[in-house]
């Protein structure tokens, strides 16, 4: 008796696949089309619905921004014009006062920067400074006189210490500035500088002391 259950058993189920095989195309298709008009007309309610979404565009990291205050600005050390005569340095510093930068930014002593000071040899923005403890700030130009062109008496041989930035740290300020030690520029509109007569009187006094020199080597 198990044994024909068992056979009855397999065959309907064999007849009922063959039944679903020999299905008419048309009758699954027909099915098909009717599930998805149900789906159409269903009318389903969203959880999120579209107008809370806002479009966002990401800017890329590349461009930038003329108009932002960003602090950290990017030095372009592959700048031929600037990197031929100067060099981007740092340092600490406990005033920003202008003789302290000068000292730390040009290596010369304090005593030298006096001298420097009271022949009128520096200049801050193109201008003279009337006490050597003014404090300078970010952007400023300080400028040592070192001579007048010996080509062109209306340009200047300076020393140029241009101010990047300024960070403030526990115990000290760190100083980010572009070095020139040797820049030729024109002479200052608003204060130009006057060689004293003592330079003048100097520089003579080398000129006579060179020629005697070369003469001496040359016919004696």
């Known amino acids: 008796m198990n044994v024909l259950r ?4 397999l ?8 039944s679903l095989e020999a299905r008419p ?22 959880t999120c619905p579209l107008n809370n979404y806002s479009l966002c565009r990401c800017k890329s990291k590349k461009q930038a921004d003329p108009d932002s205050d960003d602090e950290s600005e990017i030095l372009d050390d592959n700048d031929v014009s600037l990197s031929r005569d100067s ?17 730390a930014a040009l290596g010369v002593a304090r005593n030298k ?11 801050v923005n193109g201008k003279k400074i009337l006490k050597k403890s ?9 400028d040592v006189i070192k001579s007048v062109s010996p080509k062109n008496p209306e340009h200047l041989y300076v020393s140029r210490i241009e101010i990047i930035n300024l960070a403030a740290k526990e115990d000290a300020i ?3 500035a572009r070095r020139f030690k040797t820049l030729l520029i024109e002479n200052y509109e608003t204060d130009p500088y006057k060689p004293s007569t003592a330079d003048d009187d ?14 001496s080597v040359i016919y004696i």
């Open 6 to 9: 068992r056979r009855s058993y």
């Open 11 to 18: 065959r309907q189920n064999l007849l009922r696949f063959v």
């Open 25 to 46: 195309r048309s009758l699954i298709i027909s099915s098909k089309n009717v599930l998805e008009k149900n789906l159409q007309s269903a009318k389903l309610s969203p």
């Open 87 to 103: 060099k981007v340095i740092k340092f600490n510093t406990t005033s920003l006062r202008t003789d302290a930068i000068l000292k």
């Open 113 to 123: 920067i006096e001298t420097i000071f009271y022949d009128s040899k520096i200049r």
């Open 134 to 142: 003014a404090p300078v700030r970010i952007d400023y130009e300080i």
């Open 174 to 176: 760190v100083v980010t």
């Open 202 to 215: 100097n520089k003579t006094c080398i000129y006579v002391y060179s020629v005697i020199y070369v003469y």
